[in-house]
Nanobody, 126 residues
Framework: QAQLVESGGGTVRAGGSLRLSCVAS????????VGWFRQVPENDREFVAA????????HYADSVKGRFAISRDNAKNTVYLEMNSLKPEDTAVYYC???????????????????WGQGTQVTVSS
């Protein structure tokens, strides 16, 4: 059974940094594109960033462009989200999601991701 596990969340002051990790059981190379999404209560899940199966192609939401960086290390079965210059509005539960290996391309649409982690809380204080 496919499983993604996020870690690295926590509480940080505005302007600080955090690095989230997403580890895939069975190997990250068994998945296609991987994305990070975030959600606050009563809001829809919001796209943050995604990378292709190789990690060479990336896509970011405008709200995080220039501050966040997604990277992928298939040898370590891990996708990372480096978050810098954090703002209070970045506060959310962050989810890792993966597309099947047979899928093509990267996408910001959450419904095109089949596998999801349990989420990790990120809180940015002002």
């Amino acid at each position: 059974q496919a499983q993604l596990v996020e870690s690295g969340g926590g509480t940080v002051r505005a302007g600080g940094s955090l690095r989230l990790s997403c580890v895939a059981s069975g190997g990250m190379s068994n998945y296609g594109a991987v994305g990070w999404f975030r959600q606050v209560p009563e809001n829809d899940r919001e796209f943050v960033a995604a990378c292709s199966a190789s990690g060479r192609s990336t896509h970011y939401a405008d709200s995080v462009k220039g501050r966040f960086a997604i990277s992928r290390d298939n040898a370590k079965n891990t996708v990372y989200l480096e978050m810098n210059s954090l703002k209070p509005e970045d506060t959310a539960v962050y989810y890792c999601a993966a597309r099947p290996k047979v899928s093509i391309g990267i996408t910001p649409r959450s419904w095109e991701y089949d596998y999801w982690g349990q989420g990790t809380q990120v809180t940015v204080s002002s």
